[in-house]
């Protein structure tokens, strides 16, 4: 219930943060500067703010409003965005709208921010009284063909109605999803803006979901929880931490989605064919509900998640999953497509990695830190325009595909508005509640001015062209502290140099100390030289990736615009051996190729991992390998549309509807199963063109069965699936007649049980193999 005590109990906490002392046990030992403490100088990491910056600014928040006015019964002021915004989950872009003008804000102090900010604030007070019991949202829900307000799924839930097809809510595309979202925005509005309104809307927020989930008994919450909810356990144990108000921690508890974080806390890596981003915030939450408790179990399991995460599912720059799932752990090598690597993963790692570097301050974090900040988050964004990816892809030859101003909003456009706010917040940290060491964990260059020590330091120096970083000390008068200085584990003999002079070089726990009474002007001067490396893949050392310092390197492949070419792969004893040291060129097959810093590669093509073949090998298996190639190269080209079956986004994305099937998996690719009955079915949109091919792929030990595929209502075919039983993928082409597709784009394809069940993965529409010539 949203009552007038929780207000009461919770006002005094309005006044300042925070309000809860961490537990007894704190585990937090160091603890980031704050971002207002941090002024970031000219780097591609201002580049990339800047545009951000740019981007947010043009943003209408009562655009991002539209639906939560409607909800409210009040007149919108703007017309809603496009994509989805418009697909039943308007508010997660608002969300993060209010997190990224708070960061930004805080990390620019330009008060247009805050100027959006607080009326954005102001605006969600008006329709959060208009609704009068703390509810406030902007989703909406299909209901018998017609749209609806997404209240309606809260209040379902509140009287025990709980249904689900596998990722929706009763109907709702992922609601706790988007509620996490404006909850976590109010709340990084009061703490990086400092708005006290927001603090108020996210108390009625919090209190009106206590009353939906309340009364719930723990089966119905773990099928609440099988939707995803995003980091709402996190939100609610920040709840509790600014307010003191016990409900918010019990619920946060609460909110344990045992199905995934069970086998995680007894360290067992079920990772496999799950939604990769659904996860990652629940651990999230997890770490600061140990900072908030001191419960070890929380804090074990999320570094068992991120020990497994980043060192059994994770690609060379430091992202994960392909198709937005994760795969078997350490077989990587047959997931390179153009889906790896959403970018709201890496967003959400580096999250949980600076919870797990604050109870053990040592550097190493900071080296998957720095991989995945660098390689990872910056090619997310193109800072020409301050547009966003969805995946940064890996497959050879793969480009990157943009979000647009206003028809976009996906959840990466979302995380990006955030990304893109803080460059600044992980650079600086000291010790936890004072202290005299400060660290410097990434070399960014920016101004840190330390209040406490009336001293700034300023770090200059581009680690990305090799120059040496420099460290510039002024202090008002002296000042005594050390400057620890991460020394990352790519620097190929890193130098040291204190006030001019050669300095030993002493690394503990990943940092160089240098300690003395400053005096304005002192400089140290840590060079760090930058090595070719080759990383290759945990399940195929004949898979290779190129790094150079801190930079993973590509292969050019040329403009994003035209035709695909064939995958690059390297014939020589060793990767390295193919590399002309001087001029960085690759000497690959079948042609050579410049290797360049991967994350600026906005609009080219490039190849990431190369197959390494010695001569010999190369002589046996030059002509499968290009078999091999040619097929994907020409399926690549006869493909129109793919929808892969029990995956959230593509099933969104091709308006899937079902009457009783469930998600399923077969080595790690997901499907759907349609249970044995008659006259059960799934659908889909699926574009074709004149002539079209659907490819539909079983799996092979799944034989005998009888069912029905029909487009657009008519018959395809009776299929019965009459093959030798095999246990592996099976792929059947299904000849579309003309008169199917004729003056179509897109058709309804739909799958009925005749009295079997059916497991299908993948369903592809294709151009005829003919017209290939
Ligand atoms: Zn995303």
């Not at 409210?72 to 308007?90: F, H, S, T, V």
């Not at 939450?285 to 059994?312: C, M, N, P, Q």
């Not at 101004?447 to 330091?457: F, M, R």
């Not at 960085?584 to 050579?592: D, G, I, M, R």
Request: aromatic fraction near 10%.
């Amino acid at each position: 219930m949203f009552t007038r005590r929780g207000l009461m109990l919770t006002s005094a906490a309005l006044a300042g943060l925070p309000a809860v002392a961490h537990a007894a046990a704190d585990p937090v030992k160091v603890a980031p500067f704050p971002l207002e403490a941090v002024t970031l100088m000219p780097s591609v990491w201002r580049d990339a703010v800047d545009a951000n910056g740019h981007y947010l600014l043009s943003l209408e928040p009562d655009r991002l409003l539209h639906n939560f006015h409607k909800s409210a019964g009040l007149a919108p002021k703007g017309d809603i965005y496009g994509g989805w915004e418009n697909m039943g989950i308007a508010g997660h872009s608002l969300g993060h709208y209010l997190t990224a003008l708070g960061l930004a804000y805080a990390q620019t102090r330009d008060p247009a921010y805050k100027a959006k900010l607080d009326y954005t604030v102001s605006e969600m007070a008006i329709i959060q009284k208009a609704h009068g019991d703390g509810y406030i949202g902007g989703t909406t829900v299909e209901r018998d063909g017609k749209l609806q307000d997404g209240k309606i799924v809260y209040e379902e839930v509140r009287k025990h109605v709980i249904t689900s097809h596998g990722f929706d809510l009763n109907g709702g595309w992922v609601p706790l999803y988007t509620w996490h979202k404006v909850h976590a925005g109010l709340l990084d509005a009061h703490r990086y803006a400092n708005n006290g309104q927001a603090l108020k809307i996210a108390i009625g927020m919090s209190d009106y979901l206590i009353g939906v989930l309340g009364d719930l008994s723990d089966e119905e919450m773990q099928k609440v929880l099988a939707a995803e909810h995003g980091g709402l356990n996190e939100t609610y144990a920040e709840m509790y931490v600014r307010t003191g108000d016990k409900r918010y921690l019990d619920t946060a508890r609460r909110i344990y989605h045992k199905a995934v974080l069970t086998p995680l806390a007894q360290r067992r890596d079920e990772l496999e064919g799950k939604h990769a981003n659904t996860q990652i915030p629940k651990l999230i939450g997890l770490a600061r509900l140990y900072e908030v408790t001191g419960d070890k179990a929380y804090g074990d399991t999320a570094s068992y998640f991120w020990d497994r995460v980043i060192h059994h599912h994770s690609y060379v720059i430091g992202g994960n999953s392909a198709g937005e799932h994760f795969g078997a752990p350490d077989k990587l090598s047959g997931r390179l497509d153009d889906k790896t690597c959403e970018s709201c993963n890496t967003y959400n790692m580096l999250k949980l990695t600076r919870h797990l570097y604050q109870w053990q301050p040592d550097a190493a974090w900071f080296d998957y830190y720095e991989r995945a900040h660098l390689n990872h988050i910056l090619a997310h964004q193109d800072p020409q325009t301050g547009a966003f990816v969805y995946f940064v892809p890996l497959a050879s030859g793969s480009q990157r595909l943009y979000s647009t101003p206003d028809t976009s909003f996906w959840c990466c456009v979302g995380s990006g508005m955030e990304s893109h706010a803080k460059h600044g917040d992980s650079i600086w940290w000291r010790q936890a509640g004072g202290g005299d060491t400060v660290y410097a964990n990434l070399f960014i260059p920016s101004e840190l001015s330390w209040t406490d020590k009336a001293t700034k330091i300023a770090l200059s120096g581009d680690i990305l062209k090799g120059e040496p970083v420099t460290f510039t000390v002024t202090p008002q008068g002296t000042a005594d502290f050390t400057l620890a200085i991460r020394v990352p584990k790519w620097a190929d003999g890193p130098r040291l140099s204190v006030n001019g002079k050669n300095t030993p070089l002493l690394v503990k726990n990943g940092y160089v100390r240098v300690r003395r009474a400053w005096k304005a002007g002192d400089t140290v001067v840590l060079t760090l030289p930058h090595a070719l490396k080759v990383e290759t893949m945990p399940d195929n050392p004949r898979l290779a990736a190129f790094i150079k310092g801190p930079m993973v390197m590509a292969g050019d492949m040329g403009p994003a615009q035209g035709d695909v070419p064939q995958a690059p792969v390297v014939v020589a004893a060793s990767a390295l051996g193919a590399v002309d040291r001087g001029s960085l060129t690759l000497n690959a097959q079948p042609q050579a190729l410049q290797l360049v810093p991967f994350f600026n590669q906005y609009h080219r093509r490039t190849a990431v991992y190369f197959p390494l073949f010695t001569e010999a090998q190369w002589q046996v298996e030059k002509a499968a390998y290009e078999e091999a190639e040619a097929d994907r190269v020409a399926l690549n080209w006869r493909t129109i549309d793919i929808m892969r079956l029990g995956e959230m986004q593509p099933e969104r994305d091709h308006a899937f509807a079902t009457d009783i099937s469930e998600p399923s998996s077969r080595l790690g690719r997901s499907g759907r199963w349609l249970m044995w009955t008659t006259g059960k079915y799934f659908e889909f949109d699926l574009a074709v063109e004149a002539q079209t091919v659907l490819q539909v792929t079983y799996w092979g030990q799944d034989i005998r069965r009888n069912f029905d595929i029909t487009v657009d209502g008519v018959l395809l075919t009776n299929e019965k699936l009459d093959y030798p039983s095999e246990a592996q993928f099976r792929v059947v082409d299904y000849a579309v007649p003309a008169a199917m597709t004729a003056g179509k784009d897109k058709v309804r394809v739909r799958f009925t049980t005749r009295g079997s069940g059916l497991d299908v993965f993948e369903v592809r529409s294709l151009r005829p193999e003919k017209a290939q010539a």
